[in-house]
């Protein structure tokens, strides 16, 4: 080899991070703090962190609950705010986005670097990232009326992703999945949610929804076949959590 010559420098690999639950108020509508002191400025926290550890080739998965507001106007300085973070963004709804509404005029909305997860799949580079919001489990003690219609509504949105995800990229890189509600409760039997999962080939789901005291009803861990991951900001120390997409640990029991 000639002396002069120098390897060419290998772009770096694309990491993969998730973080749920902003519940973001930059209007001041709804501050978190209201409900937990834990939550003062936690969007200044929140930006802190992850501008200090995603670098601009990576991707963000926020599995829900983004904005406060109820409206897209009333939105538009958290979808500001998210786009003014470091890294891509591939956005799924959650139970208090209520802002979120056709697909169509969400994303004249979006900020540049962001991406809706709905109702489809994602090639992202080191994998394929799949979805729905999902909701309240029939059988759980605090399900109400309504809520069957509605998590069985979510359980054919997760069957579209799948069913996307196989006819458009296959199976050969490793499936990421998101939710924002649990897809298993700890103690407690999976919801119909995890057959789905472990039909569609997903290795890692990450969710949220869960906070303060219900963070203890977190499954977390891998169990047969995927390692669950809960994301919800206060769960996480406000902080995007760096995906490993291979070399995990056994199942845990």
């Not at 639950?21 to 001041?28: I, K, Q, Y």
């Not at 991707?59 to 538009?76: E, F, I, K, Q, Y």
């Not at 050969?172 to 057959?195: C, F, G, L, Q």
């Not at 929804?209 to 963070?215: A, F, K, N, T, V």
Request: aromatic share 8%; proline share 6%.
């Amino acid at each position: 080899m000639n002396s002069w010559y120098v390897r060419p420098r290998m772009p770096a690999m694309r990491r993969i991070w998730a973080l749920a639950d902003l519940h973001l108020s930059t209007a001041g509508e709804k501050p978190m703090h209201v409900f937990d002191e834990l939550w003062r400025d936690h969007d200044r926290r929140m930006a802190d962190a992850w501008d200090a550890t995603v670098n601009p080739g990576d991707l963000v998965l926020l599995p829900g609950d983004l904005s406060w507001a109820r409206d897209l106007t009333g939105a538009a300085g958290d979808l500001a705010w998210i786009g003014r973070r470091t890294g891509e963004k591939l956005l799924l709804k959650g139970n208090h986005d209520s802002w979120w509404k056709s697909r169509r005029k969400v994303e004249s909305a979006l900020p540049a670097g962001c991406v809706l997860l709905q109702h489809d799949a994602h090639d992202v580079g080191p994998c394929v990232v799949v979805g729905a919001r999902g909701w309240t489990d029939p059988a759980d003690p605090i399900a109400e009326p309504g809520d069957d219609v509605r998590f069985r509504r979510e359980l054919e949105r997760l069957k579209l992703s799948l069913d996307d995800a196989d006819r458009r990229f296959g199976r050969s890189k490793t499936r990421v999945a998101m939710t924002h509600y649990p897809p298993w409760i700890a103690d407690r039997e999976p919801s119909d949610v995890v057959p789905l999962l472990e039909a569609g080939g997903v290795s890692i789901c990450v969710y949220g929804h869960l906070h303060g005291e219900h963070h203890a009803l977190a499954r977390t861990g891998r169990h047969r076949g995927i390692d669950y991951r809960l994301v919800a900001a206060d769960f996480v120390g406000f902080a995007p959590q760096a995906l490993e997409l291979a070399g995990r640990e056994g199942d845990v029991p």
